[in-house]
């Protein structure tokens, strides 16, 4: 699953801090998925904002511009044509209608809330990152690409108008991978809060396939990435980790590392980690680093979504889920 760049109930009490070298998460007992019904439903970029209520109905443009780091450009596009190159580069054209259709108007609101904030929509189309172009889609897909690409087009124009709203105005509907199995709190990442973002339960995550990865890193790479953050790792390597805090998302909050107190945030970006959800051990002459989830952890879990759709949730559902206290305008 591809991230972008820019983007249930709660989960157990907050987690202590506990030693790196033990190799130990945040203790979070596994839990059936959470349970969601219509009427029971309320939930690579710039950092949100807050945005006020609006005095009238707005009204959304049916285009949407982006940067496309590959060409160095900004162009224009119909929404129907950058939901759809947003949808393949984020999610297997295979899954759930429901999945690749909240997936879509998460992108299209998220695109226009970075508009309304004076900002582009970045991707990368060489890459497939955030939104890429039907000649990119052709060489990927081969022979499945008409049957795709006719698939995620009617449902692209199923979407219609719909745009996800808070007080009148598109939501910042940030999405990623998996989650750690609850979804991280915009201010843990960005620091600005956001009432939507506020992290919910998403134990679906846990049974993705990728939730959990263990890589090994010599001595020698961890001492680079350590000089990278300003440290300086003269101790033996088996001293140069020590305890962390954690948040009541399961993520790093803080930890140790040659004897002060780095964000995990900062350790995730120096060590190229998949979440900030992990562990690190000293063993046998390496360092063995386990993460869960993949991505930031806010908004929208896109496994998340895959699990609900295939439970019987519409997208409409899926996005309400993910993001407490929004509604949907067509």
């Given at each position: ?145 008409a049957a795709n690409m006719q698939r995620l087009q009617s449902l692209a124009a199923r979407t219609g108008q719909a745009v996800l709203l808070y007080n ?104 190229d980690l998949r979440s900030t959800c992990f562990a690190i051990a000293w063993r046998s002459g390496q360092f063995v680093i386990t993460t869960r989830g ?37």
């Amino acid at each position: 699953m591809k991230r972008t760049l820019l983007c249930a109930a709660l989960l157990t009490a907050l987690s202590t801090a506990v030693p790196f070298l033990c190799l130990l998460f945040p203790s979070v007992p596994v839990q059936a998925a959470p349970t969601v019904t219509p009427s029971a439903a309320p939930t690579a970029a710039a950092q949100p904002e807050s945005t006020a209520a609006p005095s009238a109905a707005p009204t959304f443009p049916q285009t949407i511009t982006l940067h496309d780091e590959a060409s160095d450009s900004d162009f224009t596009l119909s929404a129907v044509d950058f939901m759809v190159g947003a949808a393949a580069c984020e999610m297997p054209a295979t899954w759930p209608d429901d999945a690749l259709l909240a997936q879509m108007v998460a992108s299209r609101s998220y695109a226009l809330y970075l508009s309304a904030q004076g900002q582009s929509f970045t991707a990368n189309s060489a890459l497939c990152s955030g939104w890429t172009s039907s000649e990119v889609l052709q060489s990927r897909w081969g022979s499945d690409y008409a049957a795709n690409m006719q698939r995620l087009q009617s449902l692209a124009a199923r979407t219609g108008q719909a745009v996800l709203l808070y007080n009148g105005q598109p939501a910042a509907a940030c999405y990623h991978a998996i989650s750690s199995g609850h979804t991280e709190a915009s201010q843990n990442v960005w620091g600005g809060q956001l009432p939507y973002l506020c992290g919910v339960d998403s134990a679906w995550d846990k049974f993705a396939d990728g939730y959990e990865v263990t890589i090994q890193y010599s001595a020698e790479q961890v001492r680079t990435a350590l000089e990278e953050l300003g440290l300086t790792p003269d101790d033996p390597p088996e001293s140069w980790v020590g305890a962390s805090t954690w948040d009541k998302a399961g993520y790093v909050r803080t930890l140790e590392l040659c004897g002060q107190m780095v964000s995990g945030l900062e350790v995730r970006k120096a060590l190229d980690l998949r979440s900030t959800c992990f562990a690190i051990a000293w063993r046998s002459g390496q360092f063995v680093i386990t993460t869960r989830g993949y991505g930031h952890g806010v908004g929208l879990s896109q496994y998340g979504a895959k699990a609900m759709a295939e439970g019987g949730a519409g997208w409409e559902d899926i996005l309400g889920y993910y993001f407490p206290g929004t509604e949907i305008a067509s």
